[in-house]
Every structure is written in structure tokens, then in C-alpha cells.
């Protein structure tokens, strides 16, 4: 990928962002509003359209909402299991033809397994066919002004015709807290047990971010990994979506990254003032790189990610985006050496002006000597650093 093909953010006074390759850089997008004033905190390809994969649920869950809502259904209320739903491919809960399962179960494996044959089964059941139920997907979307997205079945199975945008599943998710709050603490499971398994939420932002309470994950291989999460702090709740990510874990750890970010801003914000929004170009910046005569020699101590000990820095700016977007680029070039590495912008206080330091960490000793000889046959600039732990 280009911008969302790997990285695991690890994040001291550092954004990160998902590492991308090739064509695939179209997959990428991020978005953070604060859901209750609207303030859009960060904002990247957030009006293109991408594959949504598994936030599609969430569509099948407002829906199934709804009708909970207006006394269709009942969380008792039955729904029988046709052949169509058995045949859905993983993840599955596991039902079989001609069996049923009740309402209350079909949301938590929704929520919880992310259960495309479950998926089917609440589809059929409100629509008749997951085709009829689809199209009452895109309807509802356009009434909630969702003008950029279209579904084309209940599970979010890779379809060319099902698109959506990061903006689009952020006003969805915004839609769910505020149309359904008796509803909305169910995407907070984590973990749902049928038929004698236990399935855990696929949301590890649930257990390793405070204040998180939802809501869901997403992917298939023409998406990467998606994720929308909620998160809630000093009066504030975000909702954060990142689109395109490489593996869970990269997706997750820049989500973590955006949303500390957008914390960050609005703490510091004087009452009424808008915070400093973060939204990177990802264009070539033209801030020129500054004499590095410190080297390795790191007065404040950047996080290593668990990979590694070693890092590579490929320049200093005057400002943070264009150092971030340098050290994304520059994982972006080798992938294969730098994919398990963290963004980190580390600044330098110097009597004059602060620097941005662009650099790329966690990583071997190796992957850092031959990724910086490979940007530099690139016309790149790199060196290598020894990166100090957190005491």
C-alpha cells in the first residue's frame, strides 16, 4: 500500500500513520470529528469512496435498531436461518439452514464475530432478500446524509458497488449513538458466548484505550482493515475512522494515534478557540532539512516499538506535517524493511526554532542500514539511530 500498508504506531510526542504500497494507497483514509460540537479534528481522503468490508453492519445494526424501535421486533423475536445465510463465508457464527436464533443474539454476533451468515439472517428477515434489505441500506443512508455511500448486501462481503467514505461512517456512527442510546452500549460487548464458543470483540481498542465504547471493525482484502471507534474523555467524545489499514494492529495503533492527537488539541484549546487541526497533504513538502549535528544523541527519549531498538531518521522541517509526511513516504518506499516499524515526529528545541525530526523506529539494526541505503539510492536522505527506550 502507500499510505495505509503497515505500521504499528508506537507514540511519544508522535502521530502515526499507516504505511502504504503501491496502487493500494488508494485504500487509505481518516477521519476524527467531535461528535458532539461537529468539529472535524483530522481529516484525510475523507470524502473519497472506499470499500467499507464489515462497517457495513453497522448499516445492518441501525436498521435492525430501528425496527426494535418501532415494535417489528422484539430482542425474543426469532429469525430463521435460510440456505443463502448458511453459505456466507467467514467470519460465520455457525448457524445452520432451518435454525433460528433471536434478535438479541444477531446483534451481539454482529457486533462481537462480525458474522456474515448472521448478517444474512437479520437481512432476510427485515427485507425479505438481502438484495430488497440492501437497498433499504442506501435509502436510510441517504436519509441520513450519507450522500456518498451505497450498500449492496448486509454484511459488507466485497462487492465493486458497495462504497463508502470515512465522513460518510462517522455521520453513521454519530447516527447510532444519537438515534439508539438504549442500543449503542451493545457495540461495548466484549464477548458474546453461542452454542457453548466464546467469541471475543474484534475491537481491541475496547480493552487497550480508555474511554473507548464501540463500535466497530471491518476488512476484507480489497479494503484492508477498517476500524470506527468511539472514544470518550474529559467531556469530550471523538469518533474516530481509519480506512485502508494493513493489520489490525497497525490499523489500531494509529487510531490510537489520531485520536490522542484530537485530544490532545481540544485540551489544550482555550475555552471557545478551535483546536490545530492536523490534516497532512501527504504532498512533498519544500521546508527545508536542517544541519543534524546531534545525531543520535536524543535529549527527549523516543518510544521503540516492541520490534525493535533501532530507527532511521530522514530529515528535520520547521514544521510537524511535513516531517510526518516525510517518515510515512519513507516507509512507503520499503515496505518490506520498514513495514513493522512506528512513525515518530521527534521535536528539537534549539535557541532559534523548533525542528521536526522525520523518523521511522522500532525497527532491526539491519532493516535500518539497508532501508537507509536503499532511500538513498532513492535521492533520498537517512541515517540511522540507535533509539532509546522510555525509561
Same mark, same amino acid.
Given at each position: 500500500?502507500?499510505?495505509?500498508?503497515?505500521?504499528?504506531?508506537?507514540?511519544?510526542?508522535?502521530?502515526?500513520?499507516?504505511?502504504?504500497?503501491?496502487?493500494?494507497?488508494?485504500?487509505?483514509?481518516?477521519?476524527?470529528?467531535?461528535?458532539?460540537?461537529?468539529?472535524?479534528?483530522?481529516?484525510?481522503?475523507?470524502?473519497?469512496?472506499?470499500?467499507?468490508?464489515?462497517?457495513?453492519?453497522?448499516?445492518?445494526?441501525?436498521?435492525?435498531?430501528?425496527?426494535?424501535?418501532?415494535?417489528?421486533?422484539?430482542?425474543?423475536?426469532?429469525?430463521? $436461518?435460510?440456505?443463502?445465510?448458511?453459505?456466507?463465508?467467514?467470519?460465520?457464527?455457525?448457524?445452520?439452514?432451518?435454525?433460528s436464533l433471536t434478535v438479541h443474539q444477531a446483534i451481539l454476533a454482529l457486533v462481537t464475530r462480525s458474522a456474515n451468515d448472521v448478517a444474512v439472517v437479520v437481512g432476510e428477515s427485515l427485507g425479505g432478500t438481502e438484495a430488497a434489505f440492501a437497498r433499504k441500506m442506501t435509502e436510510k443512508a441517504r436519509q441520513l446524509g450519507m450522500m456518498h455511500t451505497t450498500f449492496r448486501n448486509a454484511s459488507g462481503l466485497h462487492n465493486r458497488g458497495q462504497m463508502t467514505t470515512a465522513r460518510d461512517m462517522a455521520l453513521l456512527a454519530k447516527a447510532l449513538m444519537r438515534d439508539f442510546p438504549q442500543y449503542y452500549p451493545m457495540f461495548g460487548t466484549h464477548q458474546?458466548?453461542?452454542?457453548?464458543? $466464546?467469541?471475543?470483540?474484534?475491537?481491541?481498542?475496547?480493552?487497550?484505550?480508555?474511554?473507548?465504547?464501540?463500535?466497530k471493525t471491518g476488512y476484507v482484502a480489497a479494503s484492508g482493515f477498517n476500524l470506527v471507534a468511539s472514544a470518550r474523555r474529559n467531556g469530550h467524545r471523538l469518533i474516530g475512522v481509519v480506512l485502508g489499514g494493513r493489520s489490525p494492529s497497525s490499523r489500531n495503533s494509529h487510531m490510537i494515534a489520531l485520536l490522542d492527537k484530537s485530544f490532545e488539541n481540544l485540551q489544550a484549546s482555550a475555552p471557545g478557540a478551535k483546536p490545530t487541526p492536523f490534516v497532512s497533504a501527504w504532498a512533498d513538502s519544500s521546508a527545508a532539512a536542517a544541519d543534524e549535528s546531534e545525531g543520535d544523541a536524543d535529549t527527549e527519549q523516543v518510544a521503540a516499538a516492541a520490534a525493535g531498538s533501532w530507527g532511521i531518521q530522514v530529515g528535520a522541517f520547521t514544521a510537524y506535517d511535513p516531517a510526518y509526511n516525510a517518515a510515512v513516504k519513507a516507509m512507503a518506499k520499503t515496505p518490506r524493511l520498514l513495514d513493522d516499524g512506528s512513525v515518530a515526529v521527534a521535536p528539537y528545541k534549539s535557541k532559534k526554532r523548533t525542528l521536526y525530526r522525520a523518523r521511522v523506529v522500532g525497527i532491526g539494526k539491519d532493516e535500518a542500514y539497508q532501508a537507509c541505503k536503499a532511500l538513498k539510492r532513492k535521492g533520498g536522505d537517512c541515517m540511522v539511530l540507535r533509539v532509546k527506550p522510555e525509561a
Open positions: 500500500m502507500s499510505l495505509s500498508r503497515g505500521l504499528r504506531v508506537a507514540i511519544a510526542a508522535a502521530c502515526v500513520v499507516l504505511g502504504m504500497h503501491g496502487a493500494a494507497a488508494a485504500k487509505y483514509a481518516s477521519y476524527v470529528v467531535d461528535a458532539d460540537s461537529g468539529q472535524v479534528l483530522h481529516s484525510i481522503n475523507a470524502d473519497e469512496r472506499k470499500y467499507p468490508a464489515s462497517l457495513t453492519k453497522m448499516m445492518t445494526l441501525y436498521l435492525t435498531f430501528e425496527a426494535l424501535d418501532k415494535g417489528r421486533l422484539k430482542m425474543s423475536t426469532p429469525l430463521s $436461518v435460510s440456505a443463502h445465510a448458511e453459505r456466507q463465508p467467514a467470519s460465520r457464527l455457525g448457524v445452520r439452514r432451518g435454525e458474546f458466548t453461542y452454542d457453548g464458543q $466464546v467469541f471475543k470483540n474484534h475491537n481491541a481498542l475496547l480493552d487497550s484505550y480508555e474511554g473507548t465504547d464501540g463500535i
